[in-house]
């Protein structure tokens, strides 16, 4: 195949691609790309890639060929920050309920869930709780209660397909806590199902771990120092937290680590 033919075989599936039967599509295209001499392929990728970046896809394609396919179409990073005291009060409960959707192909954020609850049994915040997460009583009066709470976070995840059986997601926490102890031991206290999607995570703790060697004593501190990332916004914001595991975590997959659940089966 000469490079003029082979560049009149690109114009041809480019223009001509709204009247090619989409089926055929994919295959005449990876055809035509083992044909191309190494100078026309070269040209070829730059065309795509310049129409992709004209969409707004370029920095999701560099991601997506830059590091092997996650077992998940989406990472659900979650977060909470609860009720706390020196002593511990009990029962802790949860004041925020941050998710962030990682895209498994560019581990690129593309939805957030946030929300404060309002806190029942011990409805007045300590000293040491707003110190220590920044969340101040403004913040938590008034807000819905976490079964209210927990009622939109399924209608969040049934509106992102995430209920959709043909698609595999996880969450995924910075230790075992949030949904081994935390989630159900408040929702047990309060009459509360958990939902299944609930029952299974990735520990990234754990996570880390395996990909680096060395486990992270002080979480997201050390796993950002590890891997030579600045850390972002506020220790102990649940929304800043998941904001850190994301970015370690698209760290993590640059370097090829692919993240499986760590969590035992309920």
């Not at 996650?70 to 949860?94: G, M, N, S």
């Not at 560019?106 to 920044?134: A, D, N």
């Not at 979480?219 to 970015?247: E, T, V, Y």
Request: proline share 7%; net charge positive; with cysteine.
């Amino acid at each position: 195949v000469s490079d003029a033919s082979g560049c009149s075989m690109i114009t041809l599936l480019h223009t001509g691609a709204a009247k090619f039967p989409q089926n055929l599509l994919p295959r005449a295209r990876q055809t035509v790309r083992s044909l191309l001499p190494a100078a026309v392929l070269k040209v070829y990728n730059s065309i795509v890639s310049r129409k992709l970046a004209s969409h707004g896809f370029g920095a999701s394609m560099a991601a997506m060929s830059s590091f092997p396919p996650q077992r998940y179409h989406y990472f659900l990073v979650l977060d909470f920050e609860a009720t706390c005291d020196k002593p511990q009060i009990h029962p802790q409960e949860i004041i925020e309920f941050p998710i962030l959707k990682l895209n498994g192909r560019t581990m690129e954020i593309e939805s957030t869930f946030h929300m404060y609850v309002q806190p029942v049994v011990h409805p007045q915040l300590t000293p040491f709780c707003t110190e220590l997460t920044g969340i101040i009583q403004g913040m938590v009066d008034g807000q819905p209660s976490l079964q209210q709470v927990l009622e939109r976070v399924d209608e969040w995840m049934a509106k992102e397909g995430l209920l959709d059986p043909s698609v595999k997601s996880i969450f995924v926490t910075c230790g075992d806590w949030d949904l081994k102890v935390m989630l159900p031991g408040q929702c047990q206290y309060l009459g509360l199902p958990v939902a299944d999607y609930f029952k299974q995570w990735i520990n990234l703790k754990k996570a880390y771990s395996f990909a680096m060697g060395s486990w992270p004593k002080n979480g997201l501190l050390d796993m950002n120092k590890g891997l030579n990332l600045q850390h972002i916004g506020r220790p102990h914001s649940g929304i800043d937290d998941c904001k850190n595991i994301a970015n370690i975590m698209k760290t993590l997959a640059h370097r090829g680590f692919i993240f499986k659940q760590t969590s035992k089966p309920f």
